[in-house]
């Protein structure tokens, strides 16, 4: 995620590249410079550049599977996530072949990168035009008229170490859009802390310390699924006084150890109710201590508590040495063969 982002995404995972150049020499530069932990693939003609881009992805986004609208409360409908989708999402391993980003050379003989932008049949897919100085007024004028998202001189992909941050910053501007896709429906509103600069803040600051690279929006608790490239899974649980008031008063009802009461009542801790305390047996103590969580407080637009869980308890059939990034990664071989 970008640090400086406004607004967290509804979800994020990483996405594959793709670079069309008939310059045999350029890719395999661009290749060379590539970090390893960015999948990509490079073709050096746009018509069998075409016939993979335009295979049709096995499902819909997930933006469009797996986000309802909760009407519990009708003054302030939220979006809830589909759980059953996002079981299915994260155990295909084959979410990260999705193309997100094209780098398209401008000046190719068999099509333009104009052309073949007009020919891309993902309309979410962001286009980059790679120009050179001679190409740009005509960039500028396909950028206005919405062809492409962008336009790129190649010297400035030349530059070290320029490729993964552009990359980076292509690849969250994807995701966001269809977050942007949800909100702009008036009846549908994302989690407010989402757009919460504090939260914001501290989330960046989690998915650096923390080496994460996919999260998911979930709710019951409102936060976010987040994993690491090895699969190793956690729960960032994002909360404010008036649900831990709602949390406090179910653990009394349920007659909670003092100590419980008194960290829901401070602040020092979140309950995560993924056990039920009214369905417990009479005979047997509850184990409160396995549904609390600590917690710190952010000030931001208001209050918040927020709870940092490593190998959370999820209902989810995940195994990563079938679907985590670095499984992908092992699997999936870097650029296209070509020949020298």
Not at 8 to 29: E, K
Not at 158 to 187: C, D, K, W
Not at 225 to 233: E, F, P
Request: proline share 9%; glycine share 4%.
């Amino acid at each position: 995620m970008n640090a400086s982002a406004s607004r967290l995404p509804a979800y994020f995972h990483p996405t594959t590249v793709c670079f069309v150049d008939d310059n045999n020499g350029f890719l395999r530069s661009v290749e060379l410079e590539m970090p390893p932990h960015i999948p990509f693939i490079s073709f050096l003609t746009p018509d069998e550049a075409l016939a993979a881009v335009n295979v049709p992805p096995p499902r819909p986004a997930l933006a469009e599977r797996c986000f309802t609208l909760d009407e519990t409360d009708p003054l302030e409908p939220v979006i809830r996530f589909n759980l059953a989708a996002l079981e299915r999402e994260i155990t295909d391993v084959q979410r990260f072949a999705r193309l997100s980003v094209l780098l398209i050379d401008y000046a190719m003989p068999q099509m333009n990168g104009l052309e073949f932008s007009a020919q891309v049949a993902d309309p979410d897919a962001k286009r980059v035009l790679l120009t050179g100085v001679a190409d740009e007024s005509t960039a500028v004028e396909a950028f206005n008229d919405g062809l492409i998202d962008l336009y790129l001189p190649k010297a400035r992909l030349a530059q070290a170490g320029s490729l993964e941050p552009f990359i980076q910053t292509m690849q969250h501007a994807y995701f966001q859009q269809y977050t942007a896709r949800l909100t702009s429906n008036v009846s549908m509103q994302t989690p407010p802390f989402m757009q919460d600069p504090a939260i914001v803040g501290y989330f960046s600051q989690l998915l650096r310390k923390h080496q994460i690279v996919e999260y998911f929006l979930v709710n019951d608790p409102d936060g976010y699924l987040l994993l690491q490239a090895d699969g190793t899974m956690f729960r960032l649980i994002i909360g404010n006084r008036q649900q831990n008031a709602l949390a406090l008063t179910r653990a009394q009802r349920c007659d909670a150890p003092r100590k419980w009461l008194r960290r829901l009542e401070t602040g020092k801790a979140l309950a995560w109710f993924y056990e039920c305390p009214e369905d417990y047996p009479a005979t047997e103590a509850f184990p409160w201590g396995d549904i609390m969580f600590a917690a710190r407080e952010i000030q931001g637009t208001q209050p918040w508590l927020v709870a940092w869980v490593q190998n959370p308890p999820v209902d989810i059939d995940f195994d990563p040495a079938q679907s985590s990034f670095n499984e992908f990664l092992r699997r999936r071989p870097r650029g296209s063969p070509r020949p020298d």
